[in-house]
């Protein structure tokens, strides 16, 4: 990489950057022109608004006025309201001609003095803001009423009203000034400093790969004395800055009037309202966990939009990427979500959520430091993907034909040839975008309901997970044997696997349990967990075994060690490939209390079908992993002081017991590295 080559990029695509009108509207002109007109010019016809409807001359009708007394008086009294003919009052309240109706009964006044209870009618129009408005006004004065009368009751037996009331509730707000401004302003400041970020790097990112495209220059810079990584570092840190200076443009000018509205405010209302209390120090943190997020999405913009052939084929690109980023970044909307450590692992939330602990003087720093160094992690991927991205010629010349779209022309396409072989195997990218159509489909179809049964449900799960893998090999003429490693290992793999996985099973369960300890198990996951299984052990034993080991073991499998081990393995190596495998396993439990063991275990079962260069003995693992869970749970009544086999007790396995386990993991793997070397 040559610094004076990047430099000479920079500069240049930042020129041609600030030179497109599109992007200068989005950085300068509508930051300028949208928060004063939606929070001063919308707030101002909201408050006109509501002065027009406590202004408005308001219609009701009494239905049995005399009978009323006191009451009608009071309700005839009320300003801006007055009671009209009752003649067809129902119809009338529907079609808007009157606001509401009170229907006195007769005698109300008598059976009040008889101490008796009676019941006032009133009817109102819910689809009308008036019509709410009155029944709001009505019933406060009903209720004002009602106490007058129990005062008057309470009086006459010679009781005190205050027999009603025997203390009251003194409420105190404690929070700081910075807390409270931080809860206001962080639920939305993190949310839309990522909106803007990414709104910057959405048309920054399009102008410079295929807007360059589209303009034929993309080709004079290939061929300049530059590499790709300086090509693509150039228009990073171009990204990277409009990305940034977008967000600050609407961050200024959201707060300058939020400040001039305040202002306005108080001098409106007469009232002295607290200035801005955010520490500096805040902001400082805020901007630091911003970083990473920078050179994220302007990476995966870049990525994304450089394999669009034009402009309007890049948005199209380009807009799913933003509804993904934006989604995660609402969760600082969401009440009751915390800050835990396993949250800051969930990418742009972490930092959205962390951004409204920042404001509120929060300063969580082992979250902080796991967000920094997870989004960190992720934002290196996404620019060694772009890099990439850059160095592939058909991503970056495609032609006409490309134009010709079949349903299924990608299955056919995405095959990469291993050197030294003549099979053709599935590529990385058609390995995640069959994990994304898994995930998609498990989530449409296979999502827990009450009006389906436990059986119905499991099936419908493991039917999306099979589905996609099975379909893209057998469309795009792939050796599925050859594919999915369908082929019988040696003797010795299947007691090796054995040995492997009692111990790993005991270690998955000491670190759920672990995990329980240091980030308690919800009590909302832990019904859903015994539900669950309640469901399950109503059923025979052998259909209960073949629905949470078998078809699990099987589906599984051929979707996670079987099609994306064998797709990322030209890529990323064995080594690589256990790892992201692994990962995706735990994410796709969609539960970051199941992700650490079940991540575990992938790894573990993507070691043995390495060793074995078979999937039928990762098959058999993932049954007894899930045999023995199911039977531990069931059983546990004939299991006493063994308390620790429970997955979502906080108990810790017993030391000798762990060291067993390892030991039986160490004996599996070793016997399994000879069956690889001597096979």
């Not at 530059?226 to 967000?247: C, E, H, M, P």
Request: hydrophobic fraction near 55%; proline fraction near 4%.
């Amino acid at each position: 990489m040559q610094i004076r080559l990047v430099k000479t990029i920079f500069y240049k695509e930042l020129r041609d950057v600030l030179r497109d009108r599109r992007t200068l509207f989005m950085m300068i002109v509508l930051p300028i022109l949208l928060y004063p007109l939606l929070i001063l010019g919308f707030g101002s016809f909201a408050a006109s608004q509501a002065m027009k409807l406590a202004k408005k001359q308001t219609k009701v009708a009494v239905i049995g006025m005399h009978a009323g007394g006191t009451l009608t008086v009071m309700l005839d009294s009320l300003s801006g309201m007055s009671i009209v003919d009752t003649a067809n009052w129902r119809s009338r309240i529907i079609d808007g001609t009157l606001d509401a109706a009170v229907i006195i009964p007769s005698g109300f006044i008598d059976s009040l003095a008889e101490g008796r209870t009676l019941e006032i009618g009133l009817y109102h129009n819910s689809s009308r803001e008036v019509s709410g408005h009155v029944r709001d006004r009505i019933e406060r004065t009903a209720t004002i009423f009602r106490d007058q009368i129990v005062a008057r009751r309470l009086t006459a037996l010679g009781a005190d009203t205050s027999v009603l009331r025997p203390f009251r509730v003194h409420s105190e707000n404690l929070a700081t000034q910075e807390q409270r401004q931080g809860d206001l302003l962080g639920k939305m400041l993190g949310y839309l400093v990522i909106m803007m970020m990414i709104m910057g790097a959405f048309y920054a990112a399009l102008d410079l790969t295929a807007g360059e495209k589209e303009r034929g220059t993309l080709e004079t810079l290939l061929v300049s004395p530059a590499s790709r990584a300086d090509i693509v570092l150039g228009k990073f840190l171009t990204v990277a800055v409009i990305s940034v200076v977008t967000a600050f443009l609407n961050l200024l000018s959201m707060g300058g009037t939020f400040a001039y509205g305040m202002a306005l405010l108080g001098r409106v209302t007469s009232k002295a309202l607290p200035a801005m209390a955010i520490s500096p120090v805040s902001l400082l943190l805020s901007l630091l966990l911003i970083l990473p997020l920078v050179v994220l999405f302007s990476s995966v913009c870049i990525a994304v939009a450089v394999n669009a052939r034009n402009y309007k084929e890049g948005q199209s690109l380009l807009t799913p990427v933003y509804l993904a980023a934006i989604m995660p970044a609402m969760i600082s909307l969401v009440p009751g979500t915390e800050m835990t450590p396993l949250m800051a692992l969930v990418p742009i939330a972490n930092v959205s959520l962390l951004i409204k602990e920042f404001l509120m003087g929060n300063y969580l720093w082992l979250q902080m430091f796991i967000a920094f160094a997870s989004t960190s992690v992720l934002a290196a991927a996404a620019l060694w993907w772009a890099t990439e991205q850059f160095k592939n010629e058909a991503v970056l010349f495609r032609h006409a034909e490309d134009l010709r779209w079949s349903p299924l022309q990608w299955l056919r396409k995405l095959r990469v040839v291993r050197q030294g072989l003549n099979l053709s195997f599935p590529s990385p990218a058609s390995g995640l975008i069959v994990l994304t159509a898994a995930i998609i489909l498990m989530l449409t179809v296979a999502t827990p309901s009450g009006n389906r049964s436990i059986e119905l449900t499991i099936l419908l799960g493991q039917f999306a997970i099979v589905l996609p893998p099975l379909l893209t090999l057998q469309r795009g003429k792939y050796d599925i044997r050859q594919a999915l490693k369908l082929t019988l290992p040696r003797f010795a793999a299947w007691p090796a696997t054995v040995v492997l996985m009692i111990g790993g099973w005991l270690l998955a369960v000491e670190l759920a349990s672990l995990q329980n300890l240091l980030t308690p198990f919800p009590e909302e996951f832990v019904r859903k967990f015994e539900q669950f299984f309640a469901d399950l052990n109503r059923l025979p034993l052998g259909r209960s075994l073949l629905l949470v080991a078998v078809l699990p073991g099987v589906c599984e499998e051929i979707l996670f060690r079987g099609f994306l081990l064998q797709s990322f393995l030209p890529k990323l190596g064995k080594t690589g490939s256990v790892i992201a495998v692994g990962l995706a396993f735990g994410l796709m439990h969609m539960d970051v209390y199941k992700f650490f063991s079940a991540a575990f275990l992938g790894i573990l079962l993507g070691i043995i079908v390495l060793r074995t260069g078979s999937l039928f003995p990762a098959i058999l693992a993932h049954m007894l992993n899930n045999s023995f869970s199911f039977l531990v749970q069931k059983y546990q009544d004939y299991l006493p002081g063994v308390a620790w086999l429970d997955e979502k007790a906080a108990v810790l396995l017993p030391w000798h017991i762990v060291l067993i386990a390892a030991g039986f993991v160490a004996a599996g793997l070793f016997w399994l590295k000879r069956i690889e070397t001597e096979g």
